[in-house]
């Protein structure tokens, strides 16, 4: 791999970082004195804020350290978590979000507005003695504020560092940290080269140096050690305040009003190691569990291991007919190894649909702030796991789905009591899977589809006739018409008939299916159902003539074989009776002209395509087949009646069929038939 | 294709050299050659699968490491009849770039000869009369020896879809 730009990861580690804090900002509104969840939003801001600066994303970490200072003093529990802090934060961080992109672009205005918010939401709530103190020492914590001197005070500190020798490996810049020091106020600064050793045994990749400064500084004991508190658990530090202007105070002779400080700090930073360490362990765990990998690699890699695989298998031929049983026991420990590969390689692409569902905690929370509903979101089976490209396509579908239910669905709190309901709305995102398919649903406890809004918008808009009679399903399709929209009033949210009709056919090109119910006064659900991976069918093996080809198997309905009877009694009509219903029927030798004579025992697949279904004659079923899709080259994209191919054990290939293109085309064939006479 | 754009895909192919390197083979009797630059790999005969409904010039696939390709038979786009094989038949295997997507296309051929160097003081545009084959899935000719050389436009052959359909449904 080519050394990726530090720059970059720390984009997507930023990024991360920000989801982290999202997260754990939405979890504080559930629960806003979880102390665990202050924290972890406190070490996502400061590690967010140390790494920002490190990669020269100043304006970003500026701004989180204001964020941070914040969350500091709730953390030590000066003010209390309050809905509006966890809002300001929220919003200031999909500001964090624009600095990360456009670290150069103009955002001082929105950044000072979102500051002056989180000040407001800070200071409007805060402790009793967090209003006593001055408006000045806003980032001050309360407990420094009353017992230091009155704050604008300027105090004089010594500070003596110094930093572990690898320091700089690990990106430290002791430069930095004088720079911080610095910006707190006058600073003297004197290296102490006691430690240098001689020319000889110098390493200039390690420091050497330890420093001693003079800080005159109205800001507190804690301002200073945030500027070490990225290398605070490995380094020395000694901070102590001189007492007034007498030079000789040692650290160690602390006077009574610098006391008080002192035994805070000693306090704070106890705390705070522990920390700081806890978030190294979890990034380095997290490191650790996941690595990033190219999605075209995990392709490649699964063309290999489908290589690998037939050859395997012709391998076992070759390995059956020899009579050399060291050959077949070593043939048979490949095959067993390079199925279990493949299994592997499947799974690789899987991921939990948590990391779609996530996604939706905050734009419920943003909703149920525009809309002024009350709203709670519940997640189901998270741990489903589907494949990331089936994942990445769904977002924004679901992303309306949420959103219509949110925006049509639930009730304002006043009516859900009116009607005898919570006051507080649920929306509930699912998952879970059966066999092949992951099925997502939707489902809300509002007040469920207007079907006569549904009817009059359809009938306003021409899609039905007003006379028309229309099945409660059919009816609540309608609202998958491109253009269709119940709202009354285009919203911010919805109702600008885009997306039901956009939401289908996204489904439909994952090769899913949506299904809406809705009882009147109760609720909706949508439910998406998903073949779980793009990559891989289950299909029936059948062979027609001397070809074999794949039906899918969640288009198949059953097998039946071909009476005699209903095969010569076919020249004048082509459909067989089951089960009391007319299912009509294709020969595939006849579509595919195979040029064959038919097998004694045919069989006919049943399959459905949407309301319809038909039989499809084939010569032989072979097997399920759970097998690799490979796409059919350009040369070959004017034949709809396939939509893919795979390849088969022998390694040869065969084709997979598309089964509502195939029906298509067997009724062009016959029309031509009809023509013709 | 027109007569201009002929020109200059002659031109392109002998580019900056007077030399092209080829892979030459035989398709009925008549030696072909392609640039040995998008030859991929020459293979013995695979089982093939037939795709009903195709057209008749690519009516087969093949699995090609792991790859569902397309195995053409470009005699039939030069007005030949599709033999038998033989115990010389091969397959070549070229990557063309069909609307800028590089494609691996399978070619079915009597025999393969030699990796050669063609010059291109030998080389002449197709005549346009005495030629039953269409001009435009000729890139150029070359003489070498006592025999021509035919160098086919895999482009104009593989894109051309359209042109193709409408001189199949014209008269003649």
Same mark, same amino acid.
């Given at each position: 791999?080519?050394?990726?730009?530090?720059?970059?990861?720390?984009?997507? %580690?930023?990024?991360?970082?920000?989801?982290?804090? %999202?997260?754990?900002?939405?979890?504080? $509104?559930?629960?806003?004195?979880?102390?665990?969840?202050?924290?972890?939003?406190?070490?996502?801001? =400061?590690?967010?804020?140390?790494?920002?600066?490190?990669?020269?994303?100043?304006?970003?970490?500026?701004?989180?350290?204001?964020?941070?200072?914040?969350?500091?003093?709730?953390?030590?529990?000066?003010?209390?978590?309050?809905?509006?802090?966890?809002?300001?934060?929220?919003?200031?961080?999909?500001?964090?979000?624009?600095?990360?992109?456009?670290?150069?672009?103009?955002?001082?205005?929105?950044?000072?507005?979102?500051?002056?918010?989180?000040?407001?939401?800070?200071?409007?709530?805060?402790?009793?003695?967090?209003?006593?103190?001055?408006?000045?020492?806003?980032?001050?914590?309360?407990?420094?504020?009353?017992?230091?001197?009155?704050?604008?005070?300027?105090?004089?500190?010594?500070?003596?560092?110094?930093?572990?020798?690898?320091?700089?490996?690990?990106?430290?810049?002791?430069?930095?940290?004088?720079?911080?020091?610095?910006?707190?106020?006058?600073?003297?600064?004197?290296?102490?080269?006691?430690? +240098?050793?001689?020319?000889?045994?110098?390493?200039?990749?390690?420091? =050497?140096?330890?420093?001693?400064?003079?800080?005159?500084?109205?800001?507190?004991?804690?301002?200073?050690?945030? #500027?070490?508190?990225?290398?605070?658990?490995?380094?020395?530090?000694?901070?102590?305040?001189?007492?007034?202007?007498?030079?000789?105070?040692?650290?160690?002779?602390?006077?009574?009003?610098?006391?008080?400080?002192?035994?805070?700090?000693?306090?704070?930073?106890?705390?705070?190691?522990?920390?700081?360490?806890?978030?190294?362990?979890?990034?380095?765990?997290?490191?650790?569990?996941?690595?990033?990998?190219?999605?075209?690699?995990?392709?490649?890699?699964?063309?290999?291991?489908?290589?690998?695989?037939?050859?395997?298998?012709?391998?076992?031929?070759?390995?059956?007919?020899?009579?050399?049983?060291?050959?077949?026991? @070593?043939?048979?420990?490949? %095959?067993?190894?390079?199925?279990?590969?493949?299994?592997?390689?499947?799974?690789?692409?899987?991921?939990? @649909?948590?990391?779609?569902?996530?996604?939706?905690?905050?734009? #419920?929370?943003?909703?149920?702030?525009?809309?002024?509903?009350?709203?709670?979101?519940? $997640?189901?089976?998270? $741990?489903?796991? @589907?494949?990331?490209?089936?994942?990445?396509?769904?977002?924004?579908?679901?992303?309306?789905? #949420?959103?219509?239910?949110?925006?049509?669905?639930? %009730?304002?709190?006043?009516?859900?009591?009116?009607?005898?309901?919570?006051?507080?709305?649920?929306?509930?995102?699912?998952? =879970?899977?059966?066999?092949?398919?992951?099925?997502?649903?939707?489902?809300?406890?509002?007040?469920?589809?207007?079907?006569?809004?549904?009817?009059?918008?359809?009938?306003?808009?021409?899609?039905?006739?007003?006379?028309?009679?229309?099945?409660?399903?059919?009816?609540?399709?309608?609202?998958?018409?491109?253009?269709?929209?119940?709202?009354?009033? *285009?919203?911010?949210?919805?109702?600008?008939?885009?997306?039901?009709?956009?939401?289908?056919?996204?489904?439909?090109?994952?090769?899913?299916?949506?299904?809406?119910?809705?009882?009147?006064?109760?609720?909706?659900?949508?439910?998406?159902?998903?073949?779980?991976?793009?990559?891989?069918?289950?299909?029936?093996?059948?062979?027609?003539?001397?070809?074999?080809?794949?039906?899918?198997?969640?288009?198949?309905?059953?097998?039946?074989?071909?009476?005699?009877?209903?095969?010569?009694?076919?020249?004048?009509?082509?459909?067989?009776?089951?089960?009391?219903?007319?299912?009509?029927?294709?020969?595939?030798?006849?579509?595919?002209?195979?040029?064959? $004579?038919?097998?004694?025992?045919?069989?006919? *697949?049943?399959?459905?395509?949407?309301?319809?279904?038909?039989?499809? +004659?084939?010569?032989?079923?072979?097997?399920?087949?759970?097998?690799?899709?490979?796409?059919?080259?350009?040369?070959?994209?004017?034949?709809?009646?396939?939509?893919?191919?795979?390849?088969?054990?022998?390694?040869?290939?065969?084709?997979?069929?598309?089964?509502?293109?195939?029906?298509?085309?067997?009724?062009?064939?016959?029309?031509?038939?009809?023509?013709?006479? | 294709?027109?007569?201009?754009?002929?020109?200059? &895909?002659?031109?392109?192919?002998?580019?900056?050299?007077?030399?092209?390197?080829?892979?030459?083979?035989?398709?009925?009797?008549?030696?072909?050659?392609?640039? !040995?630059?998008?030859?991929?790999?020459?293979?013995?005969?695979?089982?093939?699968?037939?795709?009903?409904?195709?057209?008749?010039?690519?009516?087969?696939?093949?699995?090609?490491?792991?790859?569902?390709?397309?195995? /053409?038979?470009?005699?039939? /786009?030069?007005?030949? &009849? !599709?033999?038998?094989?033989?115990? &010389?038949?091969?397959?070549?295997?070229?990557?063309?770039?069909?609307? &800028?997507?590089?494609?691996?296309?399978?070619?079915?051929?009597?025999?393969?000869?030699?990796?050669?160097?063609?010059?291109?003081?030998?080389?002449?545009?197709?005549?346009?009369?005495?030629?039953?084959?269409?001009?435009?899935?000729?890139?150029?000719?070359?003489?070498?020896?006592?025999?021509?050389?035919?160098?086919?436009?895999?482009?104009?052959?593989?894109?051309?879809?359209?042109?193709?359909?409408?001189?199949?449904?014209?008269?003649?």
């Amino acid at each position: 791999m080519t050394n990726p730009d530090p720059i970059s990861v720390f984009r997507t %580690e930023a990024a991360e970082l920000l989801e982290q804090i %999202e997260s754990g900002l939405l979890d504080l $509104t559930r629960s806003l004195d979880d102390r665990d969840r202050i924290d972890a939003v406190f070490r996502g801001l =400061h590690t967010l804020k140390g790494s920002g600066a490190m990669f020269g994303f100043d304006a970003l970490a500026a701004f989180t350290h204001h964020c941070e200072t914040a969350f500091d003093r709730v953390r030590k529990g000066d003010v209390p978590a309050t809905h509006e802090l966890v809002s300001a934060v929220l919003s200031a961080q999909d500001h964090m979000r624009a600095l990360l992109e456009t670290p150069n672009g103009d955002h001082d205005a929105l950044s000072a507005a979102l500051l002056d918010n989180l000040h407001r939401a800070v200071d409007g709530k805060g402790s009793a003695a967090a209003a006593a103190a001055p408006v000045a020492g806003a980032s001050e914590t309360a407990a420094a504020a009353i017992a230091a001197p009155a704050a604008g005070a300027l105090r004089e500190w010594r500070i003596r560092f110094s930093l572990p020798a690898n320091a700089m490996a690990n990106g430290t810049n002791p430069l930095g940290l004088l720079d911080e020091m610095r910006e707190l106020g006058d600073c003297r600064i004197v290296a102490d080269t006691a430690r +240098v050793p001689d020319l000889a045994a110098l390493d200039p990749r390690d420091i =050497h140096l330890a420093w001693n400064v003079t800080l005159k500084t109205d800001r507190p004991r804690s301002d200073i050690e945030d #500027v070490f508190i990225f290398v605070m658990d490995e380094m020395e530090l000694d901070i102590a305040e001189a007492a007034g202007e007498d030079a000789s105070a040692a650290p160690a002779a602390a006077s009574a009003p610098a006391g008080a400080p002192m035994a805070k700090a000693v306090v704070v930073t106890e705390r705070e190691a522990p920390a700081v360490q806890a978030a190294n362990d979890a990034r380095q765990a997290k490191s650790a569990e996941n690595v990033r990998v190219p999605a075209e690699r995990l392709d490649e890699m699964m063309d290999r291991v489908g290589e690998l695989v037939i050859a395997q298998s012709r391998l076992t031929q070759l390995a059956g007919t020899a009579a050399d049983l060291g050959l077949r026991s @070593v043939s048979e420990e490949i %095959e067993r190894l390079s199925g279990e590969l493949r299994d592997t390689m499947m799974v690789l692409r899987m991921m939990p @649909v948590a990391s779609l569902f996530s996604r939706f905690r905050r734009l #419920v929370h943003d909703l149920s702030r525009e809309t002024g509903k009350e709203i709670e979101l519940i $997640t189901e089976g998270e $741990t489903t796991e @589907v494949d990331k490209t089936v994942i990445d396509r769904l977002a924004d579908p679901l992303v309306h789905l #949420v959103r219509n239910s949110i925006d049509h669905g639930l %009730e304002r709190p006043d009516e859900r009591i009116a009607a005898g309901k919570a006051a507080r709305g649920q929306v509930v995102l699912s998952a =879970h899977q059966t066999g092949g398919e992951v099925i997502i649903t939707i489902k809300d406890d509002g007040r469920g589809i207007d079907r006569e809004r549904v009817r009059a918008k359809a009938e306003a808009s021409g899609l039905v006739q007003p006379d028309q009679a229309l099945a409660d399903q059919e009816l609540l399709q309608l609202i998958f018409q491109p253009g269709f929209s119940t709202a009354q009033a *285009v919203t911010n949210l919805s109702g600008r008939g885009v997306g039901m009709d956009v939401v289908k056919k996204t489904v439909e090109a994952l090769r899913g299916t949506i299904d809406i119910a809705s009882r009147p006064g109760e609720g909706s659900q949508v439910s998406l159902r998903i073949p779980l991976t793009l990559a891989i069918i289950d299909g029936l093996l059948v062979r027609v003539g001397t070809g074999c080809y794949v039906i899918p198997l969640s288009a198949v309905e059953e097998c039946l074989e071909l009476s005699l009877e209903d095969d010569l009694r076919s020249r004048g009509r082509s459909f067989i009776s089951l089960r009391d219903s007319l299912v009509p029927f294709l020969r595939l030798r006849e579509l595919f002209r195979t040029g064959t $004579t038919p097998d004694p025992h045919q069989k006919v *697949v049943v399959i459905s395509t949407g309301a319809e279904r038909v039989g499809l +004659v084939v010569d032989q079923i072979i097997g399920d087949h759970q097998t690799v899709i490979k796409s059919m080259s350009k040369l070959h994209h004017d034949v709809a009646t396939f939509s893919g191919a795979t390849i088969l054990g022998d390694g040869s290939v065969a084709l997979i069929l598309d089964v509502t293109h195939l029906v298509a085309a067997g009724q062009h064939q016959e029309a031509q038939l009809r023509a013709a006479g | 294709m027109s007569e201009a754009a002929r020109k200059i &895909d002659h031109n392109t192919t002998w580019s900056e050299t007077d030399e092209l390197s080829v892979l030459t083979f035989n398709l009925n009797g008549e030696t072909f050659a392609i640039e !040995a630059i998008v030859v991929q790999e020459i293979l013995d005969l695979l089982p093939e699968t037939h795709v009903p409904g195709s057209k008749p010039y690519v009516s087969s696939v093949i699995n090609f490491r792991g790859k569902v390709i397309p195995l /053409a038979d470009i005699r039939l /786009a030069f007005g030949m &009849d !599709a033999t038998d094989t033989t115990i &010389d038949s091969r397959i070549i295997v070229i990557e063309l770039d069909l609307d &800028d997507e590089p494609t691996l296309i399978g070619l079915r051929t009597d025999k393969v000869y030699e990796v050669t160097t063609l010059q291109k003081v030998a080389s002449e545009p197709p005549p346009s009369v005495g030629m039953r084959w269409r001009p435009d899935y000729i890139n150029c000719l070359v003489k070498r020896g006592g025999e021509f050389i035919i160098i086919p436009n895999m482009h104009a052959i593989f894109s051309s879809q359209k042109e193709r359909n409408a001189t199949a449904q014209s008269p003649n």
